[in-house]
Each structure stands twice: as structure tokens, then as C-alpha cells.
């Protein structure tokens, strides 16, 4: 398992999947938003939460085609489904690489961008605990809408419209989460119902995601 961990971040790396693509993409959307909405720091400082949760889930987006794409060119994902690793193992190893290279950084980044967006002081530490309860559910997420894609040719879209609906509740309570902690207002609630939701998708998704891949593979 750490030996496809290594390879998966490495190729990430390499092939620009997911550290410089997702990263570059949450810098544009961030910078770009006080220049459509003006400056009214008082405004900005309102929907930053929103702004910042929203640019993080499509930065992970972005990235997620790239998660099984390699493996089903070069034959990879035929030879994990017949190792004696369970194919769910290597696909939560999966969803751990494109985490580690596309949540992590957005997580770093996202309390120096937040400058930008004038997010209140006191909302930081709940903006980043926020992203970094939620992040590991889109990974996982995202992986099973590969497993469910591979080999499609220019299956990104169809993988958009796939994840999206399913990404609707993290972001919905992370957004909450780090606004509620901005106004200095209790985040209890929402900041464990986003650990829930993630909780649930990291146990019971990688066993949806093998049983696709596995019809996919046929």
C-alpha cells in the first residue's frame, strides 16, 4: 500500500494532476472575486466563506478524471484487480494520494487567500478545520465517480455532473461551518455533521467504488 502511495503521488506530481492544477485554480478564483464584486470589504468579508468553500470544491474537482485515468492506459487498474490487495484498499489508497496533493494544499492556502476575501480574524481557525474535515469526503467522493467513468473518452464532464449532486451536503455544511465561525457564532452542529458525512463516505464509499470498477473492468 505505501508503494502505490508513493507511485500515485509521484505520478500525480509529475503529470500535474493535482497539487499545481488544483492550487493555481483556487489562486484565480480568489483573486479574481473582488474584482467582480467591487470593493466593498464588508461584502466580501460576508460571502468569503462561501466563496473559499466553493473555489475548493471545484479546484478538487478538476483533478479527478486523473485519479484511475493513468492506470486504465496502462493496464494498472487490471493488474490491481487481480492483486492480492482488495481493490478497495487501493482505491482508498487512491482518494489518499489526490487528497494529499489537491486537499492538503488548498487547506495551507486557504487561510493566506482569505486575506484577500477579508475574512474575519476569528474565522480562520473554522475555515480550515472546515476544509480539512471536508476534503478527505470529496477525494473519496471523486474517486468513485472515476471508478464509474474509467474509460470513458472525455468522460470529465460526465464525471462533473456525476459527483456534483453528491458534493452538494459537504459543501453545504462546510460553507455554514466556516461562516458561522467568521460571525463568532457556535459551529458545533455543522462542524460534526460535515465529520459525519465524511466519516460515512470514507467507510462505506471505497466498497462502492471496487463494485463499479470491477463491472467497468469486465
Known amino acids: 500500500m505505501k508503494a502505490l502511495l508513493v507511485r500515485d503521488l509521484r505520478l500525480a506530481l ?7 492544477l488544483g492550487l493555481a485554480f483556487f ?4 483573486v479574481l472575486v473582488p474584482f467582480s464584486v467591487g470593493p466593498q470589504p464588508e461584502l ?28 486504465f492506459e496502462d493496464g494498472t487498474l487490471d493488474v490491481l484487480a487481480t492483486a492480492p490487495l482488495p481493490l478497495e484498499a487501493a482505491l482508498s489508497v487512491k482518494a489518499l494520494a489526490h487528497w494529499l496533493t489537491t486537499g492538503v494544499p488548498l487547506v495551507v492556502a486557504a487561510p493566506v487567500l482569505a486575506v484577500l476575501l477579508n475574512l474575519p480574524v476569528a474565522g480562520y481557525g473554522g475555515l480550515v478545520l472546515s476544509l480539512a474535515l471536508g476534503t478527505p469526503a470529496l477525494s473519496v467522493i471523486g474517486t468513485f ?74
Do not use: H, Q
Open 14 to 20: 509529475r503529470a500535474g494532476g493535482g497539487f499545481g
Open 27 to 30: 489562486l484565480i478564483v480568489v
Open 44 to 71: 466580501l468579508g460576508r460571502i468569503a466563506a462561501g466563496v473559499l468553500w466553493l473555489a475548493a470544491l471545484l479546484a478538487c474537482l478538476l483533478s479527478l478524471d486523473r485519479i484511475l485515468a493513468l492506470d
Open 145 to 218: 465517480g472515476a471508478a464509474l467513468t474509467v474509460g470513458i473518452k472525455r468522460g470529465g464532464l460526465l464525471l462533473s455532473l456525476l459527483v456534483l449532486p453528491l458534493y452538494v451536503p459537504t459543501l453545504i455544511f462546510g460553507a455554514e461551518a466556516a461562516r458561522r465561525s467568521a460571525e463568532g457564532l457556535d459551529a458545533t452542529t455543522p462542524m460534526l455533521m460535515l465529520a459525519g458525512i465524511s466519516a460515512g463516505v470514507l467507510a462505506l464509499m471505497p466498497f462502492a467504488s471496487a463494485a463499479v470498477l470491477r463491472v467497468n473492468l469486465r
